[in-house]
Nanobody
Framework: QVQLVESGGGLVQPGGSLRLSCAAS????????MAWHRQAPGKERELVAG???????NYADSVKGRFTISRDNAKNTVYLQMNSLKSEDTAVYYC??????????WGKGTLVTVSS
């Protein structure tokens, strides 16, 4: 069974930075697609960034140039570096693992609040 635990959320001022981490249990991390999604109040969950097992990344247009996703397979951890944060980035951020057979696993989320 895969478990995902996010950390690194918090309150930050506009223009600031945060780094989210997601630690995964289990043995399939290194061969799985990893992603960060977010859900703002009153909105649907949306994909923020993803990274394949080989390191290929994809980003939502709204975060391109500001956010960077990376992974450390030795630590079973995926990161989301968020720079130049805006108020509209305020949301609960969820870590997602999609296995090679298509199973999806989710963390419980970490809250990011961008406010002065």
């Amino acid at each position: 069974q895969v478990q995902l635990v996010e950390s690194g959320g918090g309150l930050v001022q506009p223009g600031g930075s945060l780094r989210l981490s997601c630690a995964a249990s289990g043995s399939i991390f290194s061969i799985s697609y990893m992603a960060w999604h977010r859900q703002a109040p009153g909105k649907e969950r949306e994909l923020v960034a993803g990274i394949t097992s080989g390191g290929t990344t994809n980003y939502a247009d709204s975060v391109k140039g500001r956010f960077t996703i990376s992974r450390d397979n030795a630590k079973n951890t995926v990161y989301l570096q968020m720079n130049s944060l805006k108020s509209e980035d305020t949301a609960v951020y969820y870590c997602n693992l999609r296995s090679f057979v298509g199973n999806n696993y989710w963390g419980k989320g970490t809250l990011v609040t961008v406010s002065s």
